[in-house]
């Protein structure tokens, strides 16, 4: 077995339950909150279409893509090394989500009303069900991807991964970042907000350097 993948594994098992239950109830826990904020905050500001949003086809293909965050997310939280880093990345989460929680409330903020093609049934309706336009700026979706990538681009380093496995994490949240806008769920606004969330928290979360993997 290759060191990279040993060292990977070796940060997979430690703190596993931990990293399982915390994982678990912090995903749970957002969605009432998130859903909450949306049906109770005020009349939302739609936001304005940019020549950009125009050029981008509607791929409903792309929707599980776009619901592959959820799995990518854990990723730095499987691989953490150690509570410090483990909590590093979760605190960054916490505070990104609250921020981006405040400004919904008190800012809210909605993409236009596309007209999309949805067959009944399928998982894109439901999305569009439960998940309306409202809560738009910052992209909570965009922000998640961005950090995630930075904080998994950190540890595949750490470990000396191949540059292949580098360059699938970039493409992974570069695609999830594109699909936002693909399934008509964000605008370009909305992307560049969480963008620049996403890479703050990146930025701001970074350990000193010598940490061994």
């Known amino acids: 077995m290759p060191p990279w993948l040993t060292a990977l594994w070796k940060r997979s098992i430690t703190l596993f339950p931990l990293k399982l239950v915390g994982n678990t109830v912090a995903t749970l826990g957002f969605f009432p909150l998130y859903f909450w904020i949306m049906k109770n905050a005020g009349q939302a500001w739609v936001l304005p279409l940019t020549p950009i949003d125009r050029l981008v086809a509607f791929w409903p293909w792309l929707l599980p893509v776009y619901l592959s965050l959820w799995g990518y997310i854990a990723l730095p939280v499987l691989l953490a090394r150690d509570m410090r880093e483990l909590q590093g990345f979760s605190l960054g989460c916490a505070t990104m989500t609250l921020l981006a929680l405040l400004v919904f409330w ?23 069900m439960v998940d309306s336009a409202g809560n738009a700026f910052p992209s909570l979706h965009v922000s998640f991807s961005v950090f995630t990538c ?33 399934v008509r769920q964000h605008v370009l606004i909305d992307v560049l907000g969480g963008f620049a969330l996403g890479v703050a928290f990146g930025i701001a979360t970074r350990q000193r350097p010598g940490a061994q993997a």
């Open 106 to 128: 008190f800012m809210p903020t909605a993409i236009p009303n596309f007209v999309v093609e949805t067959t009944p049934g399928t998982s894109l309706q439901f999305l569009k």
């Open 150 to 182: 930075v904080a998994l681009a950190r540890q595949l380093r750490a470990v000396g991964a191949p540059a292949w496995l580098r360059v699938a994490n970039v493409a992974w949240a570069a695609g999830i970042v594109y699909s936002t806008m693909a």
